[in-house]
């Protein structure tokens, strides 16, 4: 299962003595607006720090306060365990039977990091559990060895089992993915329309969040106006955003991921909140844009992310966007409120090198000319926002 870097990612563990309980999972809810060893502090412990290959997670330069929801989700309460102290025992049967399961999904897997490759995707069924946690303690990467999607969530989807009469709008499943790299998955066989998105991830309802995660070498459909994404989001409940935080989307040459549009994140009508994360050196490769252009089959936009919708909102604190590349629109950002009702929020942020596309309202950034913005302490491409 493991071999070369994929196999040879040596981070810290997540619980290793010279870590904080935040580092282990302490409570979100300790206090209001914020987590111990979260709130304010304008960061979170993170084991995903100096891998022996591979960019570690999130940015380092990033000093943006982490609201406690956005916090390491606790895993303190015991839940499904995968493995038992051996590398040979981190299965992808036990991985997938475990997510099947719900609730807080961790590792045994022994102390050096171990790579457990899929070759079909691990699914969320709706009825098992409000809640689903999967923390890789910062040893684990899961691999769709280039072949399949890696992580499957769907409250729309009757074979994962309704909840609801409102499967677009409920509030759980709430997953959470942290301290875990997502490497090769392959989400192409799905197709070209929405489907065919989120090369590791695919999300649709209840809620999601990420915290000290890393994307490397994902791909989705090559081409379409409006799929994409390593990560493909849909239908979070009451609109309340993703959270995408200490993590990283590529981050160096090679790593990155690639999509016909967003090749980072990509969703539809779904806010996000981006803090002190990295997206660099993803890929837009469709052609046409969206919709597509006569002759073309669509696509080539968001070389970071790719967000369409109406009253949405993108907001980025603290974090880093270059050498991101598209074919259409926006070799950074292509963030597209329909009804003129979105909002554009840059903060503490850098976003440089990015190439191709046009239709820029700012540099690398696609969107209606009558977005809202709200941009301070930032550079984008050599503009400094006070």
Known sequence: MTSGWRGSLRA??????????AACGSPEDEAPGGSAGHSGSGSIENPLTNPEDGPPAGNPDGGCAV???AGLADTSTPGHLVGDGTAASC???EFIDAVALGGVVTFDCGDDPVTITLTEPAKIYNKASDRVV?????????SGGGSTRILYMN?????LGWTTDHCQDQPYPELTLQNVTFVDGNS?????DQEGGGGAVW???GRIKLVNTRFFSNVCADAGPDVGGALRVFSQSDHQPVYVVNSTFGGAEGYGNTCSNGGGVSSIDVSWTIINSVFSYNHAIGNGGNPAESGTPGGGSGGAIYNDGNTITLSICGSLIEHNDVKAYGSAIFFVSNNMMGTLRIHDSTIVNNTGGGWNVLPGISMHDTTVQDIGNSTIEDMTFP
């Open 12 to 21: 810290l563990g997540a619980c290793a003595a010279a870590l904080t309980l």
């Open 67 to 69: 609201p406690g929801e």
């Open 91 to 93: 299965t992808a049967r």
């Open 134 to 142: 999967i923390d890789g303690g910062g040893k684990v990467s899961l």
């Open 155 to 159: 409250t729309c989807d009757e074979a």
């Open 188 to 192: 192409k066989a799905d197709g070209e």
């Open 203 to 205: 999300a649709r309802g």
